[in-house]
């Protein structure tokens, strides 16, 4: 099992940056990849980003390039993501998930390639 553990949201102004963590307990020596997804109120869970276990290889959505940045302190099992310029539409709950198996990046956008997930932080931006 893989604990997750997400904290940092908040409310913030458009234009505004907010910094996720996700930590993580338990096998996390056995997990490949970790990443970020975000539900909307009336939307589907949609993918933001993802990391590899080195830190080497990152998956963005296209909604999160340029503005986000996600990264990862293996030293203390937690990854973050840096949300930059936010915009109203980036408003949802946020939640980070990891992988115990090794699939390749262009497959870390999906939500079934993923074992376990946090309970989430609600990132609110204001217009």
């Known amino acids: 099992q893989v604990q997750l553990v997400e904290s940092g949201g908040g409310l913030v102004q458009a234009g505004g940056s907010l910094r996720l963590s996700c930590a993580a307990s338990?096998?996390?020596?056995?997990?490949?990849?970790t990443g970020w997804f975000r539900r909307a109120p009336g939307q589907e869970r949609e993918f933001v980003a993802a990391?590899?276990?080195?830190?080497?290889?990152?998956n963005y959505a296209d909604s999160a390039k340029g503005r986000f940045t996600i990264s990862r302190d293996n030293a203390n099992n937690t990854m973050y993501l840096q949300m930059n310029n936010l915009k109203p539409e980036d408003t949802a709950v946020y939640y980070c998930?990891?992988?115990?198996?090794?699939?390749?990046?262009?497959?870390?956008?999906?939500?079934?390639?993923?074992?376990?997930w946090g309970q989430g932080t609600q990132v609110t931006v204001s217009s």
């Open positions: 998930a990891a992988s115990l198996t090794n699939w390749l990046s262009p497959y870390w956008t999906y939500t079934g390639n993923y074992d376990f």
């Open positions: 338990g096998r996390t020596y056995d997990v490949f990849f």
């Open positions: 990391i590899g276990r080195t830190g080497l290889m990152r």
